[in-house]
């Protein structure tokens, strides 16, 4: 078993191989969608796995603050969130798996995939920018060099984009592997971009794979797996750059980097949606285990202090089992216990990864998300899934009033496509899940070895606080036949007309002298003069009823939220 943290690190240089000034963006391109199919490099695996017990059983109410949150139902059952501005975002370019990523700002959103970058008016969904990475950066297209690995952030605190990319210049191995580093000039991504080509080689033959991304007021941290052409891994890799210096474009990097020798796999940086100080680099195993690894990072980059890893007790996970789809035996890959992103709000460290669940009838693909604070407290320890359905590539992040985490759900009755659930912060379990772009088709397309999927989802809050922006992957029939992938585009909130379940203490508008669930049928009494509209869990109105007067109104099986004046009530139909 090897060590999934490293207990020592080597200082090595940062060594810049290219920088350039902020420069308007090239002409646009919008190519069709691609035909050829290209895999990314292919990682080997490493074995980091700790003794686990065995997984394979019906999880009760568990222990401490862990909790099975099995999903109550699909699309009818109906959710507190409020899903707008949906929309298609980037389809098939081509490469496989398309690593979807997604940003925004005060007036832009921004979805990354290999190898495309999309940048969107919030406002109404208008494409500004398309183009890839070539053309967006500089970087001649030789025919066997890639960018990939995409990653995008929007610096809430200092009104700036940040894009994150692997790039090599030979995939047949044994040439330059380099981190790029991408920062707006300005809080419009559809105008002008610096950025830096940063050498991942250190004196021996390694490509970088999986770089992530993270920042907080003072630093930029980029980290990734190093693996010989060969095929081992080698090093964990961390970058600790000063921010300051690199918004002012200069051409120098002034930073930290460490590498550990055989550990430090996959390890994730905070991104701060709030100001903070601190550092937060995280690690889970990528096999079975019950531990997150954290710890502390304080500045200046330039002479930083690196605290010691805290080991932090979790319920035990193993690795996910593959997706199931309809239409044929062709699994989906739902990639391992590694983190997806990690996200620091208020005093808080918000994450998930994949992992399996018996939820009764076999073992499932599931998600596990975390919310951890500054003192390493597990806030809550949630495994959220379905019996024979699966769920992967969750991707998570708070707002101001709920958290938000979008997947990939299918099934042996149900093709791949985009899904979310919500809660409230205080809440201690989820929502029934939302869909919000079906899958369109059985999905199949090989590397060699596995039906490539994910790598990740995308979910960013929107500056104000008020939403979460995310960006899925689904299986995409642009012709009807060829499977494909597509991602979808939506903005959710909690339903301002969803809060209370029961009417108003004092003198309420409506009652719900049958109970508020019945067959079919929503009942109820509106005893004043009033407009009261009915509103689905899309936030949809779908009737409106005059008071005062008895109220009874055929509706599906789901949610619902009733509206009168500053009055709010939830009820819910079931079959």
Known sequence: MSAPVAAHERVVPIEVVEAWAPRPLPPANYPPVATEIRAMPDESMISEEVPAPDLDYIPGAGSGVWIANEDPGGYDAGVYANVSNSQRGIVFTGWIPPDVQVAVGPNHIVELVNCNILVLDKSNGDTLYFADYYTFMGIPDRGTNIIFDPRVAYDINRDRWIISADYLNDISGNDTSQYILCYSLSGDPSAAWGGYRINAEVGDSVWLDYPMLGFNDWGIFLTGNLFSYTGYFRYGDMIILDKDSIYAGRPTLYGARYLASGGNFSQHFALTMRSCATGFDCITNTGADNRVFIRKVYGPATSPTIGSWNTITINAYNTPTLGRQLGGNDNIDPGDCRLQDVTYKDGRLYMTFGERRNWGSGNSAAIRYLEIDTVWNVIRD??????????????????????????????????????????????????????????????????????????????????????????????????????????????????????????????????????????????????????????????????????????????????????????????????
């Open 382 to 575: 949630i495994t959220y899934g379905s019996d024979a359905t699966d769920y992967y590539y969750g991707r998570v992040s708070p707002d101001d009033q709920c958290i938000t985490m979008v997947f990939t759900r299918s099934s042996n009755s149900e093709y791949a496509g985009v899904w979310l659930t919500t809660k409230l912060i205080s809440s201690p379990s989820f929502e029934a899940s939302t869909q919000i772009k079906a899958g369109e088709i059985n999905y199949y397309i090989s590397d060699g070895t596995r039906n490539r999927w994910g790598d990740y989802s995308g979910a960013y809050m929107d500056p104000s606080g008020s939403a979460v922006w995310v960006a899925g992957e689904y299986a995409y029939t642009p012709n009807g036949s060829s499977d494909y992938w597509g991602t979808w585009i939506a903005k959710v909130s909690c339903l301002s007309v969803g809060q209370k379940e029961t009417a108003y203490e004092g003198e309420p508008s409506v009652l719900f002298p049958y109970g508020n669930v019945f067959s079919g049928i929503a009942m109820f009494r509106l005893l004043q003069e009033s407009k009261c509209v009915v509103y689905d869990a899309q936030g949809r109105a779908i009737a409106s009823v005059e008071g005062p007067s008895n109220v009874s109104l055929p509706v599906n099986p789901g949610v619902y939220f009733l509206k009168i004046g500053a009055e709010n009530h939830r009820f819910v139909v079931v079959k």
